[in-house]
């Protein structure tokens, strides 16, 4: 398979001491806060970027003047010198009844295709590194067969809109989605004849949950391809997203891996139901990701805050 576009190296603040890698915040843990004070926090606390998450609580990209709205959110990502993923996780955005509804599944996904069209229009006005989509759960009513013809189909057109904008996707397996492992996006690669432009958003959690490998290997069977990672700590069998050292990943190999396999995108922490507590669920997650990174770049020494914080398996 032809690797795809990879985004050109961000800026290196303090936690690219350490392996190189940079680390961001979902804004769908911010869920609470407005957009721009939501950057602010994050800035503030150190991360190096975002991955924004469309909504109507913070960019709706069906709101009235989008362009200005676009314009002035790519204005304060520069002035805090914030790089951005675009997350199109939203879950009532089209369907105030139905979550995540319609999927490219659907019996008329137009809404989830024009969704999907001006996340690209707008990662590409905001300069983001990569726009994230996934497949979705099944209906009960429609074939597999159907389903998957559906989803190659919008993911062909989405990509059409990507390649006319200069905008890499990466696709993102989710645990009880059509697609919902590593597997399931090699095949849908495959399918759309291995674009350079759609790569892998990997959700390390996700990994943990149900990938057969342990998560490093993981990470290094598709290096190559990754475009975007959401990190966050998981238990086997159990879709949870859990703060670090709450599940059951040992994170310090991941970062190896991640810095072995040459990744210079954002590693966003994934943690959507935590919007209560955001900042300083935000401060601690960094903290134990650059005693992860530090571990991670000299394991001879170890850390003893990432060793009190993390679970042994």
Known sequence: MTAPTRPAPGPRGPAAADGGLRFGYGTNG???HRLTDALAVLAD???????LTLDHDHLDPFAAALARRVAAVARRLAALDLAVVVETGARYLLDPWHKHAPTLLHDDPARRVEFLRRAVRIGADLGAEAVSLWSGVRPDAVAPETAWDRLVAGCATVLDA???????????????????????????????GDPARF????????????????????VR????YLVNVQIDDMRRGVHEHLEFGAG?????????????????????VELPRHSHAAPAV?????????AAATEAAHPETGDAATEAARRQR
């Open 162 to 192: 990507a390649e006319a904008a200069g905008t890499t996707l990466g696709f993102e397996p989710e645990p009880g989605m059509l697609v919902e492992d590593i597997a399931g996006w090699r095949r849908l690669r495959a399918a759309l």
């Open 30 to 32: 911010f869920a609470n």
């Open 199 to 218: 790569g892998i958003t990997l959700d390390i959690g996700h990994c943990r949950c149900l990938e057969p490998r342990p998560v490093p290997e993981c």
């Open 282 to 290: 935000a401060a601690r997650s960094l903290d134990f990701l650059r």
């Open 221 to 224: 069977e598709v290096g190559a």
């Open 248 to 268: 059951e990943i040992d994170f310090p190999p991941v970062l190896r891996a991640l810095g072995e396999a040459g990744y210079r995108g954002l590693v966003a």
């Open 45 to 51: 606390l150190g991360y190096e970027g975002v991955a």
